[in-house]
């Protein structure tokens, strides 16, 4: 979809994405309250909040500002080593996983955080923040690059505590008719790695999530969501089958494709918590393969000239062998005339993906004077039901990391490349979907050609999980009842350049964000994906990994599908109580979301 269609669109149906449920736009919310505030709520307030929450309201101060003082102090300095652990980040609820993005934003606190066990704890601060013009703000895993987990002054929704995982044998939504099927039901605050030990571990299904183990299920879901073999199972958003969610009215909602089922499609890819807090999801399981596997390796090329073969050589053999629902993950292009391969398969045995790669590996010696094997190749197929098992996963050296933390669960898992994103201060991220026409044969040459041209500026990684063409139709067509951008439907992968820096904070001496260098990677980033658009115009955008600048970001994050999101917001939200920068309806706002726009 082109610009001039997409505002031709919105323009059709303002009536109803700005008018069209009567009553629903009559209320008004000129502005949220501050403390300090005439308005803001007084101690015995927050006293009857704290009562109806089971005295479950905290009063946040930001974990920093003991260090403004004395950065390098004893307390301050176990306090920085514990930034780099992502469950110490998720089980503070004044800080988040991202702490900020230079010239963007910075994570602060809440004034107060309700820790919520309960869908009526939701309700309780939902209603206060509803009664008392205050800015809301939910929380779960923290994970987002936008900011939108945080914002100082509000009151927070920290649903990190709602962790049960319920499995079921067969579930049926609510209201339809029709066989049942097997299913989860995981509360707000569960994390993947949890919902994959109950589910894969234990119970041998599989559940269609994320690849970061500390991302919140609830947050993934809201925004669509792709897990390593997307193109198998299809978006982690289309496998919903319910959900409670507490709207901004203070009711309990059920969404589900026969109740509320405008809300239901909504919170498939919507954004998170746009339309209201959601409390449990109820997602499909499915059966379980019996082996995933691991393909990774680093190539070096000597040249330029190399290097272009390198790309061209990779990308024949992704077209030709790879673009089907046996494969996902990562192809990496940096900058140094490097490629970097980390990709998954499943449904296969190992011998042969290893018999797949092989062509690629003997055209790689034959040129042995243009390329070297800096790693691997490393060829892994492990049991499925492993494949998240905390237990098995220690005996594999270098795969996992511990939360450290003294009497912390021995569950407590991540990724070891996941690493550098605990804490991380991002420089810049942008990404775009790659229409899979561009796999053609005679297209192929302009796709090499944009890689090179793109990795000369900053490394651009393709995530061939987060496309789905080449999936099933039957995974399109669930896909397609979603509420993300219908680009990713003929999309091949989603093309990422982003950049970060370690745990950092404003205002602490010696713990600065590097500025400089942060506008200099998102200028490199900025120029690599200018290389993007001149092959593919204007492309969509995945909500949750995303240009925090984006300038068309309704087209870009959700395309013809925004002027439906619309309209359900001002059903359901129509004064905008769940407000986040770049969320639907947020263009009403303010940019700290405390003013509404005349």
């Known amino acids: ?25 009559a209320g008004t919310a000129p502005a949220r309250v501050r403390p300090g505030d005439a308005g803001w709520p007084s101690q015995q307030a927050w006293e009857k909040l704290s009562q109806d929450v089971g005295g479950r309201l905290i009063k946040l101060a930001s974990p920093f500002d003991a260090c403004i003082g004395s950065p390098d102090g004893v307390g301050c300095t176990q306090f920085w080593r514990s930034l780099h652990n992502p469950f110490f980040l998720g089980d503070d609820p004044a800080l988040t996983q991202t702490l900020g993005w230079v010239d963007a934003w910075t994570s602060r606190p809440s004034a107060y955080a309700v820790a919520a066990r309960s869908t009526t704890d939701v309700v309780a601060a939902v209603n206060f923040a509803r009664g008392n013009q205050l800015r809301l703000v939910v929380k779960g895993g923290g994970h987002s690059y936008q900011g939108t987990s945080n914002a100082a002054d509000s009151l927070l929704i920290w649903t990190r505590h709602m962790d049960e995982v319920t499995i079921h044998d067969s579930f049926l939504p609510s209201g339809c008719e029709g066989e049942a099927v097997p299913a989860v039901s995981v509360g707000a605050g569960v994390l993947w790695g949890k919902a994959y030990n109950e589910v894969t571990t234990k119970a041998g299904r599989y559940v269609q999530g994320g690849g970061c183990l500390t991302v919140g299920v609830a947050g993934l879901i809201q925004s669509g969501g792709f897990g390593s073999f997307s193109k198998a199972y299809g978006l982690a958003a289309a496998s919903l089958l319910e959900a409670e969610v507490v709207t901004a009215d203070g009711q309990i909602r059920i969404a589900s494709a026969c109740t509320n089922p405008d809300l239901y ?19 499909r399981t499915h059966a379980l393969p019996e082996f995933f596997g691991v393909v990774s390796m680093t190539v070096q090329a000597s040249s330029d000239e190399s290097y272009k073969r390198l790309i061209a050589r990779v990308m024949d053999l992704y077209a030709d062998a790879l673009f089907n629902p046996n494969w996902g993950e990562q192809i990496i292009f940096r900058s140094g005339n490097v490629l970097v391969i980390n990709m998954l398969f499943q449904g296969i045995e190992q011998k042969r993906a290893e018999a797949i790669w092989q062509p690629f590996l003997d055209w790689l010696q034959a040129a042995r004077q243009d390329f070297q094997l800096q790693a691997g190749p490393v060829f892994i197929a492990a049991p499925a039901r492993h494949f998240w098992d905390p237990r098995f996963l220690e005996k594999v050296p270098g795969a996992v990391l511990f939360d450290d933390r003294p009497g912390a669960s021995a569950d407590n898992i991540f990724w070891a490349g996941n690493l550098k994103e605990a804490g991380q201060v991002l420089h810049g991220y942008q990404s775009a979907w790659l229409p899979a026409s561009l796999l053609a044969r005679e297209r192929r040459e302009a796709l090499a050609a944009m890689l090179f041209a793109s990795s000369r500026h900053r490394s651009v990684s393709l995530h061939t999980n987060k496309g789905l063409a080449g999936a099933p139709p039957a995974i399109i067509e669930q896909a397609r009842d979603t509420a993300i951008n219908p680009a990713v439907l003929d999309a091949f992968a989603l093309l990422i350049s982003a950049a970060e820096g370690p745990p950092a904070y404003a205002g602490i001496a010696g713990h600065e964000p590097d500025a400089t260098k942060a506008r200099r990677n998102a200028e490199a980033i900025g120029k690599a994906m200018d290389e993007v658009r001149h092959v593919v115009p204007r492309p969509g955008s995945y909500v949750a990994e995303s240009n925090f600048f984006e300038e068309h970001w309704q087209e870009a994050f959700w395309g013809a599908n925004y002027p439906r999101l619309l309209a359900v917001k001002n059903r359901y939200d129509a004064d905008g109580l769940f407000i986040s920068h770049h969320g639907v309806g947020s263009e009403r706002w303010s940019a700290d979301g405390f003013t509404k726009k005349p």
């Open 265 to 283: 499609w909504a919170i498939k890819g919507g954004g998170g918590g746009g339309f209201g807090v959601v409390t449990r999801l109820t997602l």
């Open 1 to 25: 979809m082109n610009r001039r269609d997409f505002l031709q669109m919105m323009a059709a149906t303002a009536p109803i994405a700005l008018g069209g449920w009567g009553d629903a736009c």
